[in-house]
């Protein structure tokens, strides 16, 4: 007798197991490729793979930076200080400086980054922090959020719970992208140092380009500042004291406002113009009582911020503008004056 052919819900049950057995292997396997390459150098048991930062979201790759024994010394900030080249900084200051600058970090991230660099770096020799709008100017949040995604389980928390948060997209993407770099596959973008120009080559600059994009940039706050206002520095200046506190005392403190155009500093009694001199007030105290601390304001009415022609856009700088900073920086702290009439030394009675 013949026997009868199998029902077809039993080759449903066959293909949906086979389904799930292909699904649960080639899940396996992706995963396993993930935590092998390990894009963010940030698990305990991957290969010691010689990685370079892949991502662009420089929250995920400073973390691994921060870690590296090489480095001494630390630049943070928003992309106003991304052009602090850490090659440049060494040779001025006998330190290995890392650059931790991100495109618009809030306080609240940069304070995070500071925390991660300190954790593995107890005594470090500089530590250098731009004060830009991000400080000048509250914004909801911005003293208890990130501004981007942020990877929370990079900063500060057991190194095993990596591995809870590598079965995503994301970080199949970024293990792709690690993996043709270890593969000689993939040019690399991003320093090893932190540092990444973010502006075109200077020879590529185009006045008439430029003028163009001030044309279109959002003006400052020009109406009438209150009463007070000046006088009164920002919130966030608790939050730059607490991270200032939590740097040993041998440690030089350096607190810099990055230069922006002339435009952006707002007409004389305007809220603009007094919440960056509020600003300005706050670092200096912060400054004056901060053993070890040293406030310098490039952000003020200069020949240097007067004239586009040192600027991509209202906001960024070339970077023949970023190497006169540095040399300005490390003249400052190796004399104790300020000799160069783009640079104030902050509170407004210190020695110039």
Known sequence: MTPAPPGRGSRWRQFCLLALITIVMAGGGLYLFIVTVDPWDALPLSPRFARVPVTSNARYTMPALARNPRFDSVVIGTSTSRLMQPALLDRAFDARFLNMAMNSAS????????????????????????????????????????????????????????????????ALQEAANQFLWLAGL????????????????????????????????APPDNTPAPPGMADTPPATMGLLAEMLERMPASTLKILWFPPASSMLHGTAGSIAAARLQACRLGVGGLAARTPDTVALDFNHDSTLTENRDNFWDPLHYRIPVAQRLMTDIAATIRTGRADDAIMDRLPADAPR
């Open 107 to 170: 306080p609240w991230e940069q304070a995070r980054e500071l925390d991660m660099f300190l954790r593995h770096h107890p005594r470090p020799r500089i530590v250098m922090i731009g004060i830009d709008a991000a400080w000048c100017h509250e914004r909801p949040g911005s003293l208890t959020s990130p501004n981007r995604p942020w990877p929370e389980w990079m900063y500060g928390h057991p190194a095993w719970t990596g591995y809870l948060h590598m079965a995503s997209l994301y």
């Open 186 to 217: 993939k040019a690399q973008r991003f320093g090893t140092d932190g540092y990444t120009s973010f502006v075109p080559p200077d020879d590529h600059y185009d006045p008439a380009r430029v003028q163009a994009i001030f044309a279109r940039w």
